[in-house]
Every structure is written in C-alpha cells, then in structure tokens.
C-alpha cells in the first residue's frame, strides 16, 4: 500500500476510534476495543464512553462501572484510565509497575517509608474485606488512624501506590464521591497472561482503536520502552499491517488496511469529545488532527489540561466548556475560525446528542470573537 495521504489517515483514525461507525456497542465493548481510555476526571470519561455507544445515557455508562465490568486504575503513565475489569493484573503487571518506579523518588521526599506501604495493605484489606467500596475520605481516616501519614499529597500517593500493586482500584461514585475497593473483590475474575503475551495484546489494541499510527506513539501511550514497543507490534504478524519505511512508518488492523484500499471507509461527520478523549491525548504527534497553534487552545500552556473539543471531518475545529444548571447544561464554544451555517448546524446537533444523554436541555452559545 502506498503512503497514506493525512485526509485517510484522520478518516481512518476516526473510524478506529469508534468515532465513525454507528453499529451497536455497550461501553464494556468499547473499552474492551481500547484496551484502555485516559479519566482522570470522571465526567469526561464517562462521554468518551458515551459519545462512542449511540443513544446511551449517563446512567447506562455508570451502570457499567456498577456492574463492575469497568473501573478506573493507573494501569500505565501513573494516570487514571478506564480499563475492563478482567484486565487489570497483567496490565498493571506490565505498564503499570513503570509508575512505580517513576514516583519512588517523589514518595521518598514526601516521607512515605517502606513499614508506612506495607502497613498500607493490611488497613486496606481490614478495611474492605466486605468487597463494598469505601470513599476516600473514608479510606485516608482510616489510614490516619492507623498511623500512616496521609496529609498534602501523602494521601494521593498513598491510594495509587495501593492500585499500582493490585491491592484497590478505584470504585463507582458515591453521590459524586471516589470510592475504592479491594480488587481482589471487585474484579475477581482476571485475565493470565505472560508479559510478552501482554506486549502483544497491548499492542493490538492500541493499534486496532488508535491506528494508523506509529511505534513512537504507542510506546508514549503506554510509557513503555520504544525496544518493548517494537516487540508488541512484531508479535502481530498477520493482524497489523505496515505501511511506509523507517521513522515515517505506520501501522493499523489487517481489516482496516483492507477497508482503506476498498474505499470502504465510514462517514464521520461532527462530533463533541470530551475533554483527555484518546482522539487528541491519544498521540504523541497530533499535527494530523489540527494546526499546532490551533491545538495550543487544547491544551493551552501544555499544562496536560485537554479540553473538550469539536472535531468536524476529522479535525479540531473549536473547544466548549459547559455548566449545569438546574434541568439544563449551558454550553459555551469557542470556534477557531468562524463557523459556516452547515457547520453551526453540525455543531448544534452534535452537543444536542450530549445533552440528551445527560437528560437535560441544551442551552449552546457561540463565541463570535473567532
């Protein structure tokens, strides 16, 4: 196949995504596709969740989570992600023991010592061995009361230290609450796999839901060495596929390489991403997806904040923030460039479909200063 031009790659990206095909999914299939979705913060994991399974609702999202089919953890990167349940051990064995390593140094200086995370283990297990969550006030009481430091950012550490090494993942909210539980209960059915199996099922994934794409974005997805990388995509012989030479090269799914070069690629139209969707954060060269001081007002200052965006066609075209309010949600977006009246009625309907799935009315103003 030749060198694919940027215009197939955002389609084909979109379509990997499951931004483009319309076809019925639950958001434990969806998470299952991705292997893994960045959400720290809860809402907008919740809509990248949402905007991927047609018609669903807030309340069908958080059922999941309830079910206890999805949670949230620090699989990779020491970042909350929502991963599958049944994935969490040998994910965390994989990429999530790196983050261990990484914040060593940072717990030292916040005088977090070894007697301090061995002690951790054992208040937690007293603490949840009933297998129902607890909140994190909850839990940080509780730990105080044991004698482990917990004050400043003793606490945070504290809590993904104990998710890091398989003792708690995070729990459902609680009336707008965190809570944590005790794997071991919440997700007792895990998936076993060999570390170089994990490099090869990682890759898969990441490939199939973020393809086309390279190694160097894979390996700064999962904050694994470039060499670990390679070895995950050269383990896939027959499901990806290779298309250009050295740096400049990218792969994608055996199908979807077939689907590009029948022209069978899907319509993908506007859409409302959440703020930290894996469209923008999911790569390290996002120069494909928007002009570089365009994609600043994303992330402005490269403070890690993603914003929420509209992408239209494929690229980013405006950012939007909401409040809500009563029985609505009063959504402000910010336009890059001054929309035409096609776009402004792609754009409307496209937050139109966030407001229903949170239930409420839709109240969309436009910025004019372009």
Avoid at 23 to 33: F, G
Avoid at 138 to 155: S, V
Avoid at 269 to 281: I, N
Wanted: glycine share 10%; proline share 5%; with cysteine.
């Amino acid at each position: 196949m030749a060198a694919l031009a940027p215009t197939v790659i955002r389609a084909a990206r979109m379509t990997s995504l499951l931004l483009a095909e319309h076809e019925q999914r639950t958001p434990l299939s969806v998470a299952e596709w991705f292997g893994a979705m960045q959400a720290q913060d809860v809402a907008s994991g919740l809509w990248s969740l949402g905007v991927r399974v047609p018609h669903s609702t807030a309340a069908d999202v958080e059922a999941a989570f309830e079910r206890g089919g999805l949670i949230r953890t620090w699989p990779m990167r020491q970042t909350v992600h929502i991963i599958p349940a049944a994935d969490a051990r040998w994910m965390l064995d994989l990429t999530g023991t790196r983050g261990l390593d990484r914040m060593r140094s940072r717990r030292q200086q916040l005088g977090l010592l070894p007697p301090d995370l061995a002690r951790l283990r054992d208040v937690l297990e007293a603490l949840l061995e009933d297998g129902e969550p607890r909140t994190r006030a909850d839990i940080l009481d509780a730990l105080t009361a044991e004698g482990i430091p917990t004050d400043g950012q003793r606490g945070y550490h504290l809590l993904a230290y104990a998710s890091l090494t398989g003792v708690t993942c995070i729990g459902p909210q609680r009336e707008g609450a965190q809570t944590f539980a005790l794997l071991s209960a919440w997700a007792p059915h895990q998936v076993e796999l060999s570390r170089d199996d994990a490099l090869v099922e990682l890759a898969h994934r990441y490939f199939r839901s973020h393809g086309p794409t390279t190694v160097k974005d894979f390996a700064g997805w999962t904050g694994l060495t470039l060499a670990d990388a390679r070895r995950g995509v050269e383990g896939n012989a027959g499901r990806l596929d290779r298309v250009g030479e050295g740096a400049d090269a990218v792969w994608l799914t055996t199908e979807l390489a077939e689907a590009i070069g029948d022209g069978r690629l899907a319509d993908h139209g506007t859409l409302a991403l959440p703020g930290f969707d894996e469209y923008v954060l999911g790569y390290k060269d996002r120069s494909l997806h928007g002009d570089e001081s365009l994609l600043d007002r994303v992330v402005p200052g490269g403070n890690g904040i993603f914003r929420a965006t509209i992408v239209r066609r494929g690229s980013v075209i405006a950012t939007w923030t909401r409040t809500l309010v009563r029985d609505q949600v009063r959504i402000a977006v910010e336009p890059f460039a001054p929309l035409s009246g096609r776009a402004r009625i792609d754009v409307d309907r496209a937050l139109v479909a966030y407001a229903a799935y949170l239930g409420r009315e839709p109240v969309i103003t436009v910025s004019p200063n372009a």
